[in-house]
């Protein structure tokens, strides 16, 4: 299928750039690895009047540790996340989601960010942020918005991002301790989008857990964080019974439906039993950090 005819600009700046969109902002569409928006122009999913490639802005797809957070620009894309050695001990989450994500092609031109803001519940990235309690960088030209993760995502393809915004970079909180992570995915074919995936991440203190973060995937209209199952993790013991615990209230947070990938209760046990494997998983990491 062809897309509907649209323009096309390809600013050299980002002040270009969001000039633009403050001028267009309703009718245009931001593009950055265009592996989403696309596939959506030809389904004439999505129509804009004009696509806005910001794919050559300078100096936004920087992967650094500042300040207490690791940073990841917006054009950061997939490989690049896959193939940064200091990232593997750094946020190792990170390097085993991207994996998962499709094959080659797409992540030699996706990013991070722009998943993030494509908002597909079956999206990866969305529950990794979700767990490792990330905040997107939003700049328009009335300033800049720090947005937290959870509370971004509205519903399906749906966020806060405001019309006149960009996101120019991710910022994942660097722990205070030991910490570990892990994503695990059930997909039907190799590339494919999750039938269910679960994102966890733990940071301890002493022999206590003092934060965790769990987020799920293709289980609900948004990737969803399991609040209630983070808090009965928080301030205890990672004994079998605190880890059995919160993996059945992640399985009570999970809404998923009937469907060609499996019926609604056989993802809301993958949902448990993914829980179980990502927490035994994530603090056998912790405790490598630790020793
Ligand atoms: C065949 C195929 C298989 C796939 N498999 C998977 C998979 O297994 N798992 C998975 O998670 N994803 C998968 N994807 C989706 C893909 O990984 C991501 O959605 C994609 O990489 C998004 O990044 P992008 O840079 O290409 O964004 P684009 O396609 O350029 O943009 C996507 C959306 O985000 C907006 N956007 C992008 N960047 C910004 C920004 N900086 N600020 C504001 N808005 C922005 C755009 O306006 C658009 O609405 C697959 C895609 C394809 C084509």
Same mark, same amino acid.
């Given at each position: 299928?062809?897309?509907?005819?649209?323009?096309?600009?390809?600013?050299?700046?980002?002040?270009?750039?969001?000039?633009?969109?403050?001028?267009?902002?309703?009718?245009?569409?931001?593009?950055?690895?265009?592996?989403?928006?696309?596939?959506?122009?030809?389904?004439?999913?999505?129509?804009?009047?004009?696509?806005?490639?910001?794919?050559?802005?300078?100096?936004?797809?920087?992967?650094?540790?500042?300040?207490?957070?690791?940073?990841?620009?917006?054009?950061?894309?997939?490989?690049?996340?896959?193939?940064?050695?200091?990232?593997?001990? @750094?946020? +190792?989450?990170?390097?085993? &989601?991207?994996?998962? /994500?499709?094959? %080659?092609?797409?992540?030699?031109? $996706?990013?991070?960010?722009?998943?993030?803001?494509?908002?597909?519940?079956?999206?990866?990235?969305?529950?990794?942020?979700?767990?490792?309690?990330?905040?997107?960088?939003?700049?328009?030209?009335?300033?800049?918005?720090?947005?937290?993760?959870?509370?971004?995502?509205?519903?399906?393809?749906?966020?806060? @991002?405001? +019309?006149?915004?960009?996101? &120019?970079?991710?910022? /994942?909180?660097? %722990?205070?301790?030991?910490?570990? $992570?892990?994503?695990?995915?059930?997909?039907?074919?190799?590339?494919?989008?999750?039938?269910?995936?679960?994102?966890?991440?733990?940071?301890?203190?002493?022999?206590?857990?003092?934060?965790?973060?769990?987020?799920?995937?293709?289980?609900?209209?948004?990737?969803?964080?399991?609040?209630?199952?983070?808090?009965?993790?928080?301030?205890?013991?990672? &004994?079998?019974?605190? /880890?059995?615990?919160?993996?059945?209230?992640?399985?009570?947070?999970?809404?998923?439906?009937?469907?060609?990938?499996?019926?609604?209760?056989?993802?809301?046990?993958?949902?448990?039993?993914?829980?179980?494997?990502?927490?035994?998983?994530?603090?056998?990491?912790?405790?490598?950090?630790?020793?």
């Amino acid at each position: 299928m062809f897309p509907a005819a649209f323009d096309y600009a390809a600013p050299a700046t980002l002040v270009e750039a969001l000039a633009l969109l403050k001028q267009r902002g309703d009718d245009a569409k931001i593009m950055a690895g265009g592996q989403s928006l696309i596939p959506m122009l030809k389904l004439r999913f999505a129509q804009p009047a004009l696509v806005i490639d910001i794919g050559r802005l300078p100096a936004m797809n920087g992967i650094a540790r500042h300040n207490g957070h690791l940073s990841i620009g917006a054009l950061a894309r997939h490989v690049d996340i896959e193939r940064n050695a200091d990232l593997a001990w @750094l946020c +190792p989450i990170l390097v085993d &989601t991207v994996h998962w /994500i499709s094959d %080659p092609l797409v992540r030699n031109r $996706g990013t991070m960010a722009g998943s993030v803001c494509h908002a597909d519940p079956s999206g990866d990235w969305g529950s990794v942020m979700l767990a490792l309690d990330a905040s997107l960088i939003a700049r328009s030209e009335s300033g800049e918005r720090v947005i937290p993760a959870d509370g971004f995502f509205q519903g399906p393809f749906t966020t806060t @991002l405001r +019309p006149d915004e960009i996101v &120019t970079e991710i910022r /994942i909180p660097m %722990p205070k301790g030991p910490a570990g $992570g892990a994503y695990n995915k059930l997909e039907r074919k190799v590339g494919d989008f999750a039938t269910v995936a679960v994102a966890v991440h733990v940071e301890l203190s002493g022999s206590k857990i003092a934060k965790a973060g769990i987020g799920l995937t293709a289980v609900g209209p948004t990737n969803i964080k399991a609040t209630a199952a983070e808090k009965a993790l928080v301030g205890h013991e990672p &004994t079998d019974e605190v /880890i059995v615990e919160a993996a059945r209230l992640a399985a009570e947070a999970a809404e998923p439906k009937d469907d060609i990938r499996g019926t609604a209760a056989y993802k809301k046990d993958i949902v448990r039993v993914y829980v179980l494997r990502g927490l035994r998983t994530a603090l056998g990491r912790a405790r490598e950090v630790k020793a």
